[in-house]
């Protein structure tokens, strides 16, 4: 296959011979011109997209209606190669790709979720759009998912490798009704993680072992994962916890913030006042109790990535920090804490009767010694060696 610098004059002298010649513009790489033994001259482009090969007629030479210049054959040839280097199929160009789709979905089903997609959002930015945003949606295939949640099953994320998939079955079953796609790609794509809801709780010795790497670590984001242990709040209720809701060792979450919408008071022992006080560096004047260190102004981010990282360093095996706020309450079970105070410890409602309709009573002075019992019991624990 004979390459030539491609000009008018140069494809003008051109002659037919008995067989069919492709000629390769040195210029341009995949953009050709063939010639038929009629003498008929037709431009092509020829790339490879998902290991297969393809050649793709432009049209003919020649300055008639129909035909295409040589200016014109290169642009399109360019706009086709422009559209292969990016990861799209020409021949489907006209789908939507990933990016678009997705950023489609977010805004026709965010108002329905309880964070506003904020999570949703999360995964796609970190764990779809960077491998998947150019190339159209209808081409995704069973083998794409399957490399995409392989990716943070490998790094020690195996929950999150499930999240993952479940993203992007919704995203393709939304995707499905409007026609956008064709298929959706997770069927028939086994989850990689076996979850069990619910039962993952540190053991004491655990305990210690994550206590210690968290000393070693220090910083904000270990100063958050031990405030989670001293007090079971919810992650993103301690991660945004600010220095104003802390008056003496009374730390007030506001219903804003909490997930019932209930204002919610915590004890904060000496033990766990050093952490929420003391352990984090911070700028004169901020907001937040444990602020990020990328991002002036703003509190610590990724938990769930600094999780996979502590348990890496601890050797402990996988959990969440959902699982740290589980040892909280099992642990405070384990002090003989009675139900009802537990679940004022943690905000969560108390499924009776009575206490739905009648009790207005907060456990305040029971709350304050499960909180200090609790906090002494993982003083003693990280102070064995």
């Given amino acids: 296959m004979p390459s030539i610098r ?22 341009l790489a995949g953009f050709g011109l063939r010639v038929l033994p009629s003498g008929r001259k037709t431009f092509f482009v020829r790339y ?3 290991a297969n090969r393809r050649r793709d007629k432009i049209g003919e030479y020649g300055s008639k209606h129909h035909q295409f210049s040589l200016g014109e054959a290169r642009k399109e040839a360019m706009k086709v190669l422009g559209a292969v280097a990016r990861g799209r199929d020409p021949h489907r160009d006209t789908s ?22 904020r999570e949703d959002r999360r995964i796609l930015k970190h764990d779809v759009l960077p491998h998947w945003r150019d190339i159209p949606a209808k081409e995704i295939s069973r083998a794409d998912v399957r490399d995409l949640i392989q990716i943070p099953y490998d790094r020690g994320a195996p929950t999150m490798s499930n999240r993952l998939r479940a993203l992007i079955s919704r995203l393709w079953n939304w995707g499905l009704e ?10 028939g794509v086994r989850k990689l993680a076996k979850e069990r809801a619910g039962q993952r709780v540190l053991t004491h010795s ?23 242990l ?19 060792h009374r730390w007030t979450i506001p219903g804003s913030v909490a997930k019932n919408g209930i204002e919610h008071r915590v004890h ?30 703003s509190c610590v981010s990724s938990i769930n990535k600094a999780c996979g990282r502590y348990v890496e360093l601890s050797g402990l095996d996988w959990f969440t920090p959902r699982d740290v706020r589980r040892t909280f309450v099992t642990g405070l079970g384990e002090l003989g804490i009675d139900p009802v105070v ?19 009573w907060h456990y305040e002075p029971q709350k304050r010694e499960a909180f200090e019992l609790w906090t002494r019991h993982v003083r003693e624990l990280t102070l064995l060696r």
């Fill in 96 to 117: 939507l790709s990933v990016g678009e789709m997705a950023a489609a979905w977010m805004e026709a089903v965010s108002g329905e979720l309880k964070d506003g997609g």
């Fill in 206 to 228: 655990e305990i210690r072992d994550l206590w210690k790497v968290l000393e070693l670590e220090g910083g904000s984001m270990a100063a958050v994962f031990q405030a989670l």
């Fill in 6 to 27: 491609f000009s008018d004059r140069k494809l003008a002298s051109l002659k037919a011979t008995e067989r069919i010649v492709d000629y390769m513009d040195e210029a």
């Fill in 178 to 187: 409007r026609d956008l796609v064709d298929t959706n790609p997770t069927v």
């Fill in 230 to 248: 001293l007090t079971g709040q919810r992650p993103i209720e301690v991660r945004t916890a600010e220095l104003r809701q802390i008056d003496g």
């Fill in 48 to 50: 490879r997209i998902r």
């Fill in 342 to 360: 537990r679940a004022a410890c943690v905000n969560h409602s108390i499924p009776t009767v009575t206490h739905r309709n009648y009790d207005r």
């Fill in 268 to 297: 904060l022992s000496d033990f766990a006042l050093e952490v929420f006080i003391e352990k984090p560096e911070r700028e004169r004047g901020e907001r937040y109790v444990f602020p990020s260190w990328k991002k002036a102004g």
